[in-house]
């Protein structure tokens, strides 16, 4: 989580994270148990965008996966790698 917090703040541009941490203290719903039934890791997931072409169909795959029943884990769509994409 440390290194994806870093990335998101030396990242140029808009960006949003979002941290899923069960709190044991003050909500008993969302636990560990409920994050493994309700979350998955991204794992076949490519997150950047190389081309200008790619950029609209990278953004509606993003909210597909977005929508899905579980919540995705991992970095969902990264432009940092071309400059010239936008």
Sequence with gaps: MKATIKA???HRGAGVLE????CPTWN?????????KNTQY???WDPVVSKEEEL?????KG???E??????LGVIFDSRVNA???
């Excluded at 609209?56 to 509606?60: E, S």
């Excluded at 929508?67 to 995705?72: G, K, L, Q, T």
């Design 56 to 60: 609209l169909a990278k953004v509606q």
């Design 84 to 86: 010239n994409v936008r």
């Design 63 to 65: 909210m597909m996966l």
């Design 8 to 10: 998101g703040l030396s």
């Design 28 to 36: 008993n719903v969302v636990n560990m148990e409920w994050v493994a």
């Design 19 to 22: 941290i899923i941490q069960p």
């Design 42 to 44: 991204l794992k076949e």
């Design 67 to 72: 929508s899905m029943e579980r919540r995705p």
